[in-house]
């Protein structure tokens, strides 16, 4: 089955605990994203890549890094986590760019103590 | 720079009833727009996207959309709402020169009453 896949789905953690949540797609996708999810702010794009080992910043990449070594695999990582981290994320792929259809992953909700 | 303003947060309609849920964008280039649903608890799914074609846009369960330049607007419209419609609602906006970055509207949440 075609689909996006995060890990882990809850996690509560402390302020500074460095943490990985990871997103792997099985459909040979070139284009990979990371968004947060706030209410009343909808998503916001935290980072993309056009393909292996290109990445670029979105709109709110502070506070967090990735990595593209593998076409199937985008980790978030968040080095020293605080509260204002605290959200929802969702990693999508699609086809080639921002301008396809996006396949979005079922999300992950962070809570930063 | 490409922004993305839903006009309303909460949008509550009866059921049998239109639905309108408006969205305004601003795009220094031809953009490609999208609609985007979100059910709770649920990731976002594909309601429908324009990509400079046929300006009255058609996507799944009988929504539609119409991108009027003029007014830059992308406005989703459905004839007849359905219990199951009951969501929150994304329009969403890309431009190629943005290095594919996409921008989301705020959400318009929309409540299908009996």
């Known amino acids: 089955e075609a689909q996006v896949t995060q890990n882990p789905r809850y996690l509560i953690t402390v302020t500074g605990k460095k943490l990985t949540v990871t997103c792997s797609q099985n459909m040979n996708h070139e284009y990979m994203s990371w968004y947060r999810q706030d209410p009343g702010l909808g998503l916001r794009q935290i980072y993309y890549?056009?393909?292996?080992?290109?990445?670029d910043k979105g709109d709110v990449p502070e506070g967090y890094k990735v990595s593209r070594k593998e076409k199937r695999n985008f980790p978030l990582i968040l080095e020293s986590p605080s509260p204002n981290q605290t959200s929802l994320y969702f990693c999508a792929s699609s086809p080639q760019s921002g301008g396809d259809t996006q396949y979005f992953g079922p999300g992950t909700r962070l809570t930063v103590l | 720079a490409q922004s993305v303003t839903q006009l309303d947060s909460h949008v509550s309609v009866s059921e049998g009833t239109p639905v309108l849920l408006r969205c305004n964008y601003s795009?220094?280039?031809?953009?490609?727009l999208f609609w985007y649903v979100q059910h709770p608890n649920k990731g976002l799914q594909l309601l429908l996207k324009?990509?400079?074609?046929?300006?009255l846009v058609k996507g799944i369960n009988g929504f539609e959309a119409e991108f009027k330049k003029s007014e830059t607007s992308f406005h989703l419209t459905k004839p007849s709402a359905h219990m199951s419609d009951a969501a929150e609602y994304f329009c969403?906006?890309?431009?190629?020169?943005?290095?594919?970055?996409?921008?989301f509207g705020g959400g318009t949440r929309l409540m299908v009453k009996p």
């Open positions: 969403v906006v890309s431009e190629s020169n943005a290095g594919n970055m996409l921008t």
């Open positions: 795009s220094s280039y031809s953009p490609s």
């Open positions: 890549s056009m393909n292996v080992e290109v990445t």
């Open positions: 324009y990509t400079s074609a046929a300006t």
